[in-house]
């Protein structure tokens, strides 16, 4: 097979391949934070050779499979500056940025890759190369920022016993334009390859946002965001992105489709938006998405404040989410996770913050809007027995937000093992499951002898219940992708028996796969496979993804 060189015209995915962000973003573990786990787990954090520093010539990526024939043919759809079988663009689409995916590039294991990196431009490219792919037995993976945490991005060449002849990452990138405004109305499209901050940029020209702000903010596409339901730190304010989608371009394999209405609201029949919000490329690729705006705030109030326990914390805040106060933010961190803060440098560790659990709010609009908004909130909260600890911690943990995913890698290059992973329940329910998702994850890593640090924190929140989402720390035990598969299905399991959801906004890639029956029933799997077995007869989209073929 040929080599074709990198192409000009495929963008390379901004994250390194085995990182989450880039080499000049890795952060060393501080002082405290390996003390931390020398201490309480008898981590050596001594380290050898760091990820930022292997390259893709030295990793073993699986062969490329298509022939001159198909490359040629492929490269006649979308242009010759748009294919390319370069290892260095084939790498960053290999696999996502879960601990599982980066653990592998640790390894001196074979990692199999997408066969060519393809990015059409037009809807018509795009349903071109879906048809020939669909008669040449070509899967297809689509690929935004790279940032899934299921294995949404692994490039299966199997699914439901079938095998294809290679698989190919259909890229978004040049899908990346802001193509209407409609600032009466509150309306914006978007190409579904705009990464998030891109698409802030564009609409801040016009005086509006769109205020989704994900922990994969800096890297995350429009697109992506629809496709696995995202909801972002100001979820309390604005809503998920779910909440957000007024339309959405699909191409399938068998044509394209517009889902949504030229109104606000409709009463004729199903929603097909919900078809395609949560779809994650199982059903064809979306390219376009129309989405709710709104004015850039005129100003942000913050404050903190600290509870005696978590139990009175949930209690405060489904207060303050009954009462429909309005905050844009409000988050809970257990006892733990307030006195143990990794995304903290060198401080991480260390327990200056003050005792109990920390929530942290914060407020948007113009000043008399968010001035009342923080009062009522304020006094509510002080009512459920909170104690004020000024606007200092919401600052700081605004402005570390994006640091934790960064700070993994160096953790895993000392010998931890740090994950997270997240659910939903309602508000009776929440003592029940967080304990049971604490009892599995512990009892499994026990097993695999180490000890745990399990944190948590509600960070969405609706009337009748909210979000919990645990980061975990352990030490590396032997195989520890096999070490974490096993707690992963454990804790999952859990969920399941619990009153949980396998997952709330991570969405379900391969990862959560096996659970779907659990969480949607036979009959529910049966109907998204007959949805898929309409789009996608020959099931080339994104095997392995969401639902097995019928």
């Not at 010759?80 to 290892?87: E, F, P």
Request: aromatic fraction near 6%.
């Amino acid at each position: 097979m040929s080599n074709v060189s990198a192409a000009t015209g495929v963008p390379m995915p901004p994250m390194k391949f085995n990182l989450w962000g880039t080499v000049d973003e890795s952060k060393p573990l501080g002082s405290s934070t390996r003390k931390l786990l020398t201490k309480l787990m008898g981590v050596n954090t001594d380290t050898g050779v760091a990820a930022k520093d292997v390259e893709v010539s030295q990793i073993r990526l699986s062969p490329v499979r298509l022939s001159d024939e198909q490359l040629a043919e492929l490269a006649a759809i979308v242009g010759t500056d748009h294919l390319t079988t370069d290892d260095a663009q084939r790498a960053p689409r290999a696999r996502g940025k879960s601990s599982l995916d980066l653990l592998e590039w640790r390894t001196d294991a074979e990692i199999s890759a997408p066969d060519a990196v393809v990015a059409p431009s037009t809807d018509a490219e795009v349903l071109t190369l879906l048809q020939y792919c669909t008669a040449h037995n070509i899967a297809v993976v689509p690929f935004g920022g790279g940032t899934s945490v299921v294995a949404g991005l692994t490039p299966f060449a199997e699914d439901a016993g079938h095998s294809f002849d290679a698989v190919i990452s259909l890229d978004l990138a040049r899908f990346d334009t802001l193509t209407d405004v409609d600032p009466v109305s509150g309306l914006a499209t978007f190409g579904a390859g705009l990464s998030g901050p891109a698409a802030e940029l564009k609409l801040a020209e016009h005086g509006l946002q769109i205020g989704h702000y994900p922990q994969s903010f800096p890297y995350a596409t429009i697109g992506g965001y629809a496709v696995t339901r995202s909801s972002g730190q100001n979820s309390a304010g604005y809503g998920r992105f779910d909440d957000m989608v007024r339309e959405m371009t699909l191409v399938t394999p068998v044509g394209i489709i517009t889902v949504g209405h030229a109104s606000p609201a409709s009463a004729a029949g199903p929603d097909l938006r919900e078809l395609v919000k949560g779809s994650e490329g199982a059903f064809g690729v979306v390219t376009a998405v129309r989405l709710r705006v709104h004015p850039v705030p005129q100003v942000k109030r913050y404050e903190a404040f600290t509870f005696p326990d978590f139990a009175t914390g949930v209690a405060a805040v489904r207060a303050v989410t009954q009462t429909g106060t309005g905050p844009t933010v409000i988050r809970l961190s257990d006892e733990i996770e307030s006195s143990v803060n990794l995304s903290s440098g060198d401080k991480a560790g260390e327990t200056s913050a003050p005792p109990g659990c920390m929530c942290i709010t914060m407020y948007e609009g113009t000043p008399e809007h968010a001035a009342s908004r923080h009062k009522e909130t304020r006094e509510l909260l002080l009512v459920h027995g909170a104690t004020s600890v000024g606007e200092d911690p919401a600052r700081h943990w605004e402005q570390g937000r994006f640091n934790a995913p960064v700070l993994r890698d160096s953790l895993l290059d000392a010998g931890a093992l740090c994950e997270t992973l997240e659910t939903a329940t309602d508000w009776a329910n929440v003592p029940r499951l967080k304990k049971a998702v604490g009892e599995a994850l512990a009892a499994s890593l026990n097993a695999s002898g180490t000890m745990a640090l399990i944190m948590c924190h509600v960070s969405h929140v609706y009337a009748e219940g909210c979000s919990l989402y645990f980061t975990v720390v352990a030490a590396q035990q032997g195989d520890p992708v096999a070490q974490w598969r096993k707690a992963k299905t454990a804790v999952t399991t859990a969920l399941t028996l619990n009153g949980g959801t396998v997952t709330h906004h991570h969405a379900v890639g391969n990862d959560h796969r096996p659970f779907m029956e659990a969480e949607i029933g036979e009959l529910g799997v049966s109907v998204l496979q007959a949805v898929k077995k309409h789009f996608d007869p020959a099931g080339i989209m994104n095997p392995g993804t969401l639902i097995g073929a019928s």
